[in-house]
């Protein structure tokens, strides 16, 4: 239950700090190459500053974090393969994101706030994760085991 209220407040959070900043991932990179405006940057370099010191502190934690439930049981272990579906989904999600318009955490502030048009972007972006899931999951598992 704990952290369904954490998941709760964090993401209240996020979505007003989003709606706010008109935070978006490929829009920072946009505007800096094209006008070289970098205040939609800084919302980047915030982001990838945090999630370096996250890491640090779950680095010197020793992959677990005292008294959370959600890490209790989880290993930090990661596949020799895990690097390459990385990259893939990545690329995946760039290329998405800048034909649609923006990264889907732009799209979902954007859906937040009542626009349509990007309901039926999330409707799509959430149907074809079902879709991925139900038809490639074998697949994928093959070919991990196979890069073993």
């Not at 890491?55 to 390459?84: C, E, H, K, Q, R």
Request: aromatic residues 14%; proline residues 2%; contains cysteine.
């Amino acid at each position: 239950m704990i952290v369904a209220i954490a998941s709760l407040v964090l993401g209240i959070i996020l979505g007003y700090l989003g709606q706010r900043t008109r935070l978006c991932y490929i829009a920072g990179y946009r505007d800096f190459l094209m006008a070289r405006d970098v205040t939609l940057l800084k919302g980047v370099i915030g982001t990838v500053v945090g999630a370096v010191g996250g890491f640090t502190l779950f680095y010197f934690l020793d992959g677990n974090v005292p008294a959370f439930p959600m890490f209790a049981t989880m290993s930090a272990s990661i596949s020799s393969s895990t690097w390459l579906w990385t990259i893939i989904g990545g690329l995946g999600v760039g290329i998405v994101g800048v034909l649609s318009g923006g990264c889907p955490f732009r799209m979902h502030v954007l859906a937040c706030e009542g626009k349509k048009t990007y309901w039926a972007y999330l409707l799509g972006f959430y149907v074809g994760l079902i879709f991925f899931n139900l038809v490639t999951s074998t697949w994928v598992a093959s070919i991990t085991k196979s890069l073993k």
